[in-house]
C-alpha cells in the first residue's frame, strides 16, 4: 500500500496503536536497495507493522548538489517494500511535508538544530546546513508515524549519532535501532548515489572500503597510531579520487582521536568526478 498523505497515514497508524501493535519505522530517500532492504527485514521481524517513508528531503540538500537528479524510483520501492513484508510506504510530496512556503524559501521552516559540535565535522563541514535537513525530517516523520522502533543504518554514522542525540535531549519516546552496512563482494558499501558511477568509477570506489579494511587489519596487528594508520591510506588513492576526509572518531560522541581503540571509528569521504561517496568501519566489535 502507499500513502502520500500525512492525514491518512495518520489515520492507519491510529487504528495499529488501538490495536496494540507496535510501530517501525524505516526513512529513507527511496531508490531502494539491499541495504535498505536490511534495515526493513529488521524492523518486520521486531515489529507488528512497518512503515517505510519514501521522501527525498530537500532541506537536505545543499546548494548545487543532486536534488533534481537524485534518483526517484517509487514503483520499484513499493514492489520491494511489499515483498520484504512491510505494510506501507509513505510518499509524500515536499508541499505535503512542508507546504507551499518552503517550496518557495526555507524561511518559514521550524528547524530542528543539532548541537554544533556533531555538525563542525566529517560530512557536516562542507555539507552545511545537511544535518539540521535530517533532524528536522526525521522529528517531523517521528510526529506523523510516531514509532516505537527507527531503524538507521550504519552507513551513515555521523547521522546515527546525531539521531541519537536529538532522540534523548528531546525524549522523543523511539528506540533507534542500528543496524551494519550492507556491501556488495567487492566491498563496495551498498548507496543510491552508486547509481551515478560508471563501470571504471566503480573500480575506483572500492578504495574507500579497501582503505577501511586494511586500516582495520593494521589496528588488529597492533598498530593504533592515528597517524600511521593514516598513511596505509595513501597507497589505494590514484588521480581520478579526490580525499575530502580520512578520520578517526569516537562511536558515541564523535571527538577526535589520537591514538585508535575499539571504540574508534574511522570515516572516509571521497569524490571520484562529481560523485562523492562516504563509509565508515569501527575498529572493535
Ligand atoms: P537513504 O535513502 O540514503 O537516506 O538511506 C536510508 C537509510 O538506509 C539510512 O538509515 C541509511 O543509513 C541506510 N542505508 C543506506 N545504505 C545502506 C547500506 N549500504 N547498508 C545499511 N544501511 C544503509
Known sequence: MIIHTIKELRELVKGWRKEGYSIGLVPTMGALHAGHRSLIEKSVEKCDKTVVSVFVNPIQ???????????????????????????????????????EGHILSNDFLTYVIPPYFYVDKLCGKSRVGHFDGVCTVVNKLFNIVQPD??????????????????????????????????????????????????????????????????????????????????????????????????EFRDCNDLDEKKTADDD??????????????????????
Open 61 to 99: 540538500f545543499c546548494p548545487g548538489e543532486d536534488l533534481d537528479k537524485y534518483p526517484r524510483t517509487l514503483d520499484e520501492d513499493e514492489e520491494l517494500v511489499n515483498d520484504v513484508g512491510a505494510d506501507v510506504v509513505f510518499a509524500p510530496s515536499p508541499k505535503e511535508m512542508y507546504g
Open 149 to 246: 522502533f527507527a531503524f538507521f543504518g550504519e552507513k551513515d554514522r555521523q547521522q546515527l549519532i546525531i539521531l541519537k542525540k536529538m532522540v534523548k535531549d528531546l525524549n522523543i519516546p523511539v528506540e533507534i535501532i542500528a543496524c551494519p552496512i550492507v556491501r556488495e563482494k567487492s566491498g563496495l558499501a551498498l548507496s543510491s548515489r552508486n547509481k551515478y558511477l560508471t563501470e571504471d568509477q566503480k573500480n575506483d570506489a572500492l578504495a574507500l572500503s579497501k582503505i577501511l579494511f586494511n586500516i582495520k587489519a593494521c589496528y588488529n596487528k597492533g598498530i593504533n597510531d592515528v597517524s600511521a594508520l593514516s598513511e596505509t591510506a595513501y597507497s589505494y588513492l590514484n588521480s581520478n579520487h579526490s580525499l575530502e576526509y580520512l
Open 264 to 285: 574508534t571509528i574511522v570515516f572516509i569521504a571521497l569524490k571520484i568526478g562529481n560523485v562523492r561517496l562516504i563509509d565508515n568501519i569501527k575498529l572493535g566489535l
